[in-house]
Each structure stands twice: as structure tokens, then as C-alpha cells.
């Protein structure tokens, strides 16, 4: 141990030695500028901090970010709630992200994000509950499609062919209350006839309006099917009942829902009555239409689509494409490159019901017959007739796709080019077999890239008889009265899972149409509408936004604020002009607005001149104002190319804005500021992408602009 510690010591000898001869350089560096820019910037406290609340109590300053970076509680989670008072939704609280294919509502999300921002104390601005985009198009498109009606493929043992002829030969009018008649040109098809059966004023029993069939021969044992489509001027009851049935008033399960009742309801839209008898007492039985339920009501019984059929006879009609709609597999083969094909999941067939047959073909094919498929008839064709094929068809995209009857050696008679778009249409075409070795149909995908869907396939031979479609349009009133009902159903259930936490709304969303400011927008004559837009105003009218309003302060907390919204009112002062006009128009038909949101995703090229008109405009309406979406480009110069100068240009526009916000607007009409994208927006956003439009970039780090607000916001808000 001696020896190391005199090693130890001579070395810290050495050392101390080294050490008396260093003398240090002097120098000094200077700061680089944007490190200093930087650092200054990094030092403002939080943008809501600035905010004196004294004097401001109900300015909100808001943001607009998506649901899951919220919820997730990351990064943007703590910088909305450490730097905003408000949050808004882009997407997640729209009709398209929460209405579902078959109308139902999917709103844990939207409980989860108001569960999140509640804990964090930061507000929810409900966005957006009436628009033309992000909604479920599909889904209220479906509910104004015609319904499509296949007769049953047996024979109809109701004698029906008496009421074609104006006659009721056979049918008794036991009680035909306020009259029964034939209603020429009233039935679902074009120019067809129904049965019209009219409840007296003073009709309140179900056998005040009663309709007797003629006797229906049995066969004991058998299961029979009874069908019908009834409709009424007004809401009505009714039921059929029976002589010949052991129960001859019993409670069915009218239109398959699940429940059976004694009666079944009536209104604007044609109803399918379906269901299955067999508990006969002898070999015939009667039907009685009872109507009488209600009075002062108009029904109407479609005459060629109402049967009575034993479902254990023998067909008429044979659609040689068995399971055409697809509810139970398809019997369909095919090929073709990286091609795919089978059956959807329920709810994706023809208007959004039951199931349909789709092919994908990623990219277009060389030839048509690249991609196919393939249905085996089980039997050849007879040479010389013609085979009527319909189906209802629609793609991803647009298109082209082409069936044929074709032979084992491919020869082929050919329906055409069917073109296909990107909602649901019924195709219904006509080829002549050549020779008897044609023995399947073919359809052929090679010039389509994208997904086909295709449903209710019939392929029939034009000699054939029974099992005829009928395609029911709707009247404008029944588009009217349904689109009316979708959007009480949709605000209900939006505002009622969220009025405990949201008291503000945007309620109706750009109605204003740019070229005709004045007016509303309207999908009237537009060549191409976007897959998720549907115009409310086409069906509801000009007073589509009175409705919304009302039903906002229906289903909402009775001081909410409720706002109407929109683009470009700096830039196009008529449209300023024309949404407070439509405010006025709105309030005149007793529905009340609270606010005018302008959007205002403007660059630092825009007419500075034009923001304060506006400003001022907005302000003589005397409603609450709110910049509901801010964001500033830089003239559509994209991230990697902006200048420092063009920096400079944004921070100093997003301070303009806001000074003249405050300049212009009065204290009592401020609600608040909204900044809609506060990063840069990335490379494959579908929002202004790849310009750096935000106060943060897109790795979070302060711009310019974001002192320049915090300046502009303590400015203001310390008068």
C-alpha cells in the first residue's frame, strides 16, 4: 500500500505542475440573429394568458384540431388547453363522421372528447350541424331513392285483375266509409293505379273503412305469403284481418322489424306489409283491409303488387340468377390480375340495405376482359330470345364495365357499356341469345380502377311472366318530409349527447353560393357533386336554415349561442352582404341567430381594405361575430420555399386581422377567434397541404406569427 500511495502522489505532483501552466485564450462569440428571434419568442407565456379576462369575459380564443389528438391526451392536447380557452372539432362532430349507413348515430367519440376537454376545463364550439360537405350522402340519398319492387316469382292466388279494370268485382265494400275507388296514375310505378279507401270525419274504429277480398283458395297445410304497399296522405292505422284463420285478427309482425302488433301505421312513403299465414280452418279464406282507425285520412293499396302466393308452389318466372341480392353467397366465380371480389357485409347493399356483390380492380386493365366474373346458369339459353338483365350498380370512381351472355368457348351476345358512378342506379338492358351454347353471364371490369358494387341482379327471358319490378319514385313532398325528419333525428341526437358541455354551435354551414351571393347554394345543375355532399336546401328549401335553428333551440340549452358560417367574406363583400340579408330572413321567419362566423382562410396577399369593410359590415348586423376559422398563407408558396420575409408578412396579417377584429367589432359583439390550423399544414393533408399556414410549425416550435398574435391579442383585449 506505500508503494501505491507514492505512485499516487507523484502523479497528483504532475498534474498540479501541468495545471500552473495553462493560460486560457479570451475570446467571444455573438449569438447567431434567428437564435435570438428564437429565443424571444420562446419566451412569451401562453397565447390565452394575455387575454384580460376583466375586461373580456366571454372572448373565447379558440382551436380547431382532431378528435384523436385530443383524446389521446399528447402533444396538441397540451398545447390547445395550455394556450386556448376552445376547442372545435374539423371533422369528428359532422353528419358524415357520427350518421352511420343505416341512420343510427355513432356518438361514444364525441362523449369521450367532451368527457376530455371537461376534465381539462377547456370549452367544446360545436361544428358543424347543417352543411352541404362531410356528410353521410349516402345514407340520405338512400332515404329519396326509388323503392325498388319485385313482385313475388308465383302465382298471385288474389284476384286482382278486376281492380286493373276500374271494377271491384268480387271485393265487397263492407264499410267504405268516406268512399273506395280506384285512383288511376296513384299506384307506386309510373302511370299505375291503386285502391283508394278514405276514412269519414268521424271514423275511429278499424272496421269504419273496411275492404273485403274476393275468397282465396287454400291449400290446408301450405305456408301462403300476404304482400302490400300502402301509403296516406296523412299519418293512419290500420291491419288486416281474416275469415278462414284460426286467429283471424292476429298480431303480426307487419314489416319484418321484429315486433308483432295488432295494427300497423301509415304515412307519405309506401310501406311494405309482409308476412306468412297457415293456420287455416278450411280450404279458402278472405282478407279484410281495415282502415278505419283514424279519421280524415286518404290510403292507397297498390293494385300490381299485391298478392296473396302459396311460397310451397310452383314458380312462373325464374330469375336464372339464383340469390341475385346476394343475402345468402353469391354462386359467382372470377379472375383477373390483382382483382378481388365477394359478398359486402350487410348494410352496403342498394340503399344502404342487405348485402350487394363487389369486384375490385386496383388499376385499369389492357383489354376489358382482363377482369371478370363469372355466373354459371346451369342450363343453355334458347337460341333466338331475348334475356332481359337488370341489376343496380355503383362504384368507388366512375367508369365503365360491360356484361355479356357468353358460351364455354367464349363466343358472346354483349349488353353494352354500362357506365357506372358513384351512386346507386338501376341498369336494365336487353341482348338476344345467337346459337344455344350460351349458358352464363359475364361481367367484365378491366376498364374500371376501383370498386364495383353490384345488387338485386335479375336476368329473365322476355317471354317470361310474373316477377315484374316496380320502381317507386318519391314525390317531392315525400323528399321534403323525409330529409325534414333525417335532420330532426341528426340534431336531436348530436345536441342532446353534448348540450351538458357545448353552448355554442355552428348551426348552418356556407349557405351562400359564390357566384350568386344572394342566393343559396344548391346542387341544381352542378355536372359533379363530391361523394359526401348533400344539399338540405334542395329538399327543404329557403327556409332549410329556419328549421336548424329551431330545432337547435329545440334540442339545445336555451341560451346556447347559435351561429351561421361561412368562406370568402373579406373577399367577396356581396356575399358579406348576402348572409346577413339570409340572417334576416331567417329571424323574420321567427327562428332566432344569435351569431355571423367568418371564416377567413385568407394569405398575406389579401385586400386588407376589404377584412376592415367586412369587419364593419358585420358589425351594423348587430350580432355576436366570431373568426371562426383564421388561417394565413403565404399567396400558395409551400413550406420548403418560404422566405423570411414572407414570415414576416404572415405574423404581421394574423396581428392585422385581429387588431382590426377589435377595432371594428364592439365589445359586446366579440365572441372569440378560432385559429383553424395551428401547425403548418403537412405534405398529404387534405387542408391547405404542405403550407405553412400555422403559428407552430410541424414540429411544434413557435413561428413569428405567434408572437405577433400574442402582441395583437394583449394589446387589445388590456382596453
Known amino acids: ?35 435570438a428571434l428564437q429565443e424571444n419568442i420562446d419566451a412569451y407565456p401562453a397565447l390565452k394568458s ?13 382551436v380547431a384540431l382532431s378528435l384523436n389528438d385530443y383524446v389521446n391526451k399528447g402533444v396538441m392536447y397540451r398545447l390547445a388547453n395550455k394556450n386556448f380557452d376552445e376547442i372545435a372539432l374539423g371533422y369528428e362532430m359532422k353528419h358524415g363522421a357520427v350518421v352511420q349507413s343505416n341512420g343510427s348515430l355513432a356518438l361514444d367519440n364525441v362523449s369521450k372528447l367532451l368527457a376530455a376537454a371537461k376534465e381539462a376545463g377547456t ?20 332515404l329519396i331513392a326509388p323503392m325498388l319492387v319485385t313482385a313475388p316469382s308465383f302465382p298471385n292466388d288474389l284476384n286482382t285483375n278486376p281492380l286493373n279494370n276500374n271494377l271491384f268485382t268480387g271485393w265487397n265494400q263492407a264499410n267504405s266509409g268516406a268512399g273506395i275507388s280506384i285512383a288511376n296514375n296513384a299506384g307506386m310505378g309510373a302511370g299505375t293505379k291503386a285502391i283508394k279507401l278514405s276514412a269519414s270525419a268521424t271514423s275511429s274504429s278499424a272496421t269504419a273503412l273496411q275492404l273485403t277480398s274476393p275468397s282465396v283458395t287454400v291449400v290446408p297445410g301450405h305456408k301462403y305469403e300476404v304482400v302490400c304497399y ?17 286467429n283471424n285478427t292476429p298480431s303480426i309482425d307487419w314489416t319484418k322489424s321484429g315486433k308483432a302488433s295488432t295494427t300497423f301505421t301509415t304515412g307519405i312513403s309506401w310501406k311494405e306489409i309482409r308476412f306468412q299465414i297457415s293456420d287455416f280452418t278450411g280450404s279458402s279464406i278472405k282478407l279484410n283491409f281495415d282502415l ?25 318466372v325464374s330469375n336464372l340468377v339464383a340469390n341475385g341480392d346476394f ?62 338483365l337488370s341489376f343496380w350498380v355503383k362504384g368507388t370512381a366512375e367508369g365503365i364495365i360491360r356484361p355479356e351472355l357468353q358460351s364455354a368457348s367464349y363466343t358472346s351476345n354483349g349488353y353494352g357499356q354500362v357506365p357506372v358512378t358513384k351512386e346507386w342506379k338501376l341498369i336494365e338492358l336487353t341482348t338476344t341469345a345467337s346459337g344455344t351454347d350460351k349458358s352464363r353471364l359475364v361481367f367484365s371490369y378491366g376498364e374500371f380502377a376501383g370498386t364495383v358494387y353490384i345488387d338485386n341482379v335479375v336476368l329473365k327471358s322476355t317471354k317470361a311472366s310474373g316477377g315484374a319490378v316496380t320502381l317507386a319514385e318519391k314525390t317531392a313532398t315525400e323528399k321534403t318530409s323525409l330529409i325534414g325528419s333525417a335532420l330532426d333525428t341528426w340534431m336531436s341526437g348530436i345536441m342532446g349527447v353534448s348540450k351538458s358541455y357545448v353552448k355554442a354551435w355552428d348551426v348552418v354551414n356556407e349557405p351562400m353560393d359564390d357566384g350568386k351571393p344572394y342566393e343559396l347554394k344548391t346542387a341544381v345543375g352542378r355536372t359533379t357533386i363530391a361523394s359526401d355532399e348533400f344539399f338540405w336546401q334542395d329538399y327543404l328549401g329557403k327556409d332549410y336554415a329556419v328549421t336548424a ?57 389579401s385586400d386588407k381594405n376589404r377584412i376592415a369593410e367586412m369587419f364593419k359590415l358585420l358589425a351594423a348586423s348587430g350580432k355576436l361575430i366570431k373568426i371562426s376559422e383564421l388561417d394565413i398563407g403565404l399567396g400558395g408558396v409551400k413550406t420548403a420555399n418560404a422566405t423570411k420575409e414572407q414570415y414576416q408578412a404572415q405574423a404581421e396579417m394574423y396581428k392585422y386581422v385581429i387588431d382590426k377584429y377589435f377595432e371594428l367589432i364592439p365589445a359586446a359583439q366579440r365572441y372569440g377567434i378560432t385559429i383553424w390550423s395551428p401547425l403548418d399544414s403537412p405534405a398529404n393533408s387534405s387542408w391547405r397541404a404542405d403550407e405553412p399556414i400555422g403559428l407552430w410549425n410541424g414540429q411544434y416550435v413557435r413561428k413569428l406569427a405567434y408572437s405577433y398574435v400574442a402582441d395583437a391579442i394583449k394589446a387589445n383585449t388590456s382596453k
Request: charged share 15%; net charge neutral.
Open 1 to 35: 500500500m506505500n508503494k501505491l500511495y507514492q505512485i499516487a502522489l507523484g502523479f497528483t505532483s504532475i498534474v498540479l505542475a501541468s495545471c500552473t501552466k495553462y493560460e486560457p485564450l479570451e475570446f467571444a462569440t455573438t449569438k447567431p440573429e434567428s437564435v
Open 50 to 62: 394575455y387575454i384580460n379576462r376583466t375586461s373580456n369575459p366571454n372572448f373565447k380564443f379558440g
Open 123 to 142: 370549452t367544446v364550439y360545436g361544428h358543424t350541424l347543417c352543411w352541404h360537405a362531410n356528410q353521410n350522402a349516402s345514407y340520405l340519398n338512400s
Open 230 to 246: 300502402i301509403k296516406s296522405d296523412v299519418a293512419g292505422e290500420g291491419r288486416i284481418s281474416f275469415e278462414g284463420l284460426s
Open 292 to 316: 278505419g282507425y283514424k279519421p280524415n285520412v286518404n290510403y292507397y293499396i297498390d293494385i300490381n303488387n299485391l298478392y296473396v302466393y302459396d311460397t310451397q308452389g310452383t314458380p312462373v
Open 327 to 388: 343475402e345468402s353467397g353469391s354462386g359467382w366465380g372470377g379472375w383477373g390480375g390483382s382483382s378481388s371480389r365477394g359478398i359486402t357485409a350487410d348494410g352496403l347493399g342498394y340503399n344502404n340495405k342487405g348485402k350487394a356483390f363487389f369486384v375490385t380492380n386496383p388499376t385499369k386493365s389492357a383489354n376489358y376482359w382482363d377482369v371478370q366474373t363469372l355466373y354459371d346458369l346451369g342450363k343453355n339459353l334458347n337460341n333466338g330470345e331475348s334475356y332481359v
Open 549 to 605: 335553428f329551431q330545432l337547435a333551440r329545440k334540442y339545445g340549452n336555451p341560451d346556447d349561442k347559435l351561429f351561421i358560417n361561412d368562406y370568402n367574406l373579406e373577399y367577396s363583400l356581396d356575399k358579406c352582404k348576402g348572409i346577413i340579408a339570409y340572417v334576416n330572413y331567417i329571424e323574420s321567419k321567427g327562428a332566432k341567430v344569435d351569431g355571423i362566423g367568418t371564416q377567413m382562410h385568407i394569405s398575406i396577399t
